[in-house]
C-alpha cells in the first residue's frame, strides 16, 4: 500500500506581525493596521516536504528573496497597508532551492505543489516550480479575476506566474467523513493525503491531512491559526472572514478530537518543525 516514508518542515523566509493578526480582538482591522506600533517577534515561513510513494508533494512555497527588494508591493493605500501589516525578511539560508537541498532534494524532485492559499509567504517561490502539479483551491484561484486581487492579498503577478498552471480543488463528498469534513480530496484515492476546505483566512483556504504509518497524522493548515494552542479556545487571526474563520475553527477541532493523534502544523509557528519530529516523522 502506498506511504508516506518522511515529512519535513523547512523554514523558508521569516515574518513579523501585528499581533491583532495573530490573533484578533475587538479593534477593527483598518484599526490596528493605522495604530498598531507592536510586532510580534520573528516567526518562521514554513512549508511542509511530504515524500509519499507516488512523489514528493511540497505544501506552500514560502517567501521569495524578490519580495525584499523595491516594487514588489502595490503602491499607495494598499501597498502602505501591506507593510503595516507584514514585514518579511528572507536570508541566502532561507531560500527555497537550499532549504531542499538540506534534506537532500532539488527542485526537480517536487513534482506536486500544494499551496494553502495565494498569499505572498504561502506562493511567492511558485514560479521556481514550473513542472510541478500545482494544487489550488477553485474558490482561491477565482481571486484571480477579481476586479483589484490585491485587496485580497494576492498578487498575481508574484504568484501566478504564466510559466505555471494551477489545478482548481473543488472538494466532493469523501467515502467516509473526516470528523465534521464530509467533503475533500483524496489525492492518492489512498487515504493518505487529503485536502479539506477550511476557508475564512482567505476564500479557498484549504488544509492537507497526512496520515502515516506507525506515526501521529498531521493537518497542515496554512494560516488558520499561528499558533495551535489558540484553536481550542477558537481564536482565530484578525486578518480574513472572521465567521468563517472560526466556523473551520471548529471543524478543525472536530477532526482533532475525531482522529487520535492529530498535531496541527501551522505555516508560522516555531514549534511547527519539533511538533512534526516529534510526532514521529
Known amino acids: 500500500m502506498p506511504r508516506v516514508s518522511r515529512v519535513s518542515v523547512l523554514q523558508v523566509g521569516r515574518v513579523r506581525v501585528r499581533p491583532d493578526n495573530v490573533a484578533g480582538t475587538w479593534r477593527p482591522m483598518l484599526w490596528w493596521t493605522a495604530f498598531s506600533r507592536s510586532w510580534t517577534p520573528w516567526l518562521p515561513i514554513n512549508v511542509v516536504v ?58 526537480s524532485d517536487v513534482d506536486t505543489v500544494v499551496l494553502t492559499h495565494l498569499h505572498q509567504d504561502h506562493a511567492g517561490n511558485i514560479g521556481l516550480l514550473p513542472h510541478a502539479r500545482v494544487l489550488v483551491s477553485a474558490d482561491e484561484l477565482a481571486l484571480l479575476e477579481e476586479k ?38 483524496d489525492l492518492y484515492d489512498d487515504g493518505t493525503l487529503v485536502l479539506l476546505p477550511t476557508p475564512g483566512h482567505s476564500r479557498g483556504s ?8 506507525d506515526a501521529d497524522p498531521l493537518l497542515v493548515v496554512g494560516d488558520l491559526t499561528y499558533d495551535p494552542a489558540l484553536l481550542a479556545d477558537e481564536r482565530v487571526p484578525g486578518t480574513g ?30 514549534g511547527a518543525a519539533a511538533l512534526v519530529a ?4
Open 278 to 281: 516529534r510526532a514521529g516523522s
Open 241 to 270: 472572514a472572521t465567521a468563517q474563520q472560526r466556523a473551520s475553527t471548529r471543524a478543525v477541532n472536530g477532526l482533532v478530537a475525531a482522529e487520535p493523534g492529530l498535531r496541527v502544523v501551522a505555516a508560522h509557528d516555531p
Open 206 to 213: 484549504q488544509s492537507l491531512l497526512v496520515r502515516r504509518p
Open 50 to 107: 511530504v515524500e509519499h510513494d507516488e512523489g514528493v508533494l511540497l505544501v506552500d512555497t514560502g517567501q521569495s528573496p524578490a519580495s525584499l527588494g523595491p516594487g514588489y508591493h502595490p503602491g499607495g493605500v494598499l501597498g502602505w497597508a501591506y507593510r503595516r501589516q507584514a514585514d518579511f525578511d528572507v536570508d541566502a539560508a532561507d531560500h527555497l532551492p537550499a532549504r531542499l537541498g538540506g534534506i537532500g532534494l532539488a527542485l
Open 148 to 185: 483589484q486581487p490585491a485587496a485580497h492579498g494576492v498578487m498575481p503577478e508574484h504568484v501566478a506566474p504564466a510559466s505555471v498552471t494551477f489545478t482548481p480543488v473543488v472538494p466532493a463528498p469523501l467515502p467516509a467523513p473526516l470528523g465534521p469534513f464530509t467533503t475533500g480530496t
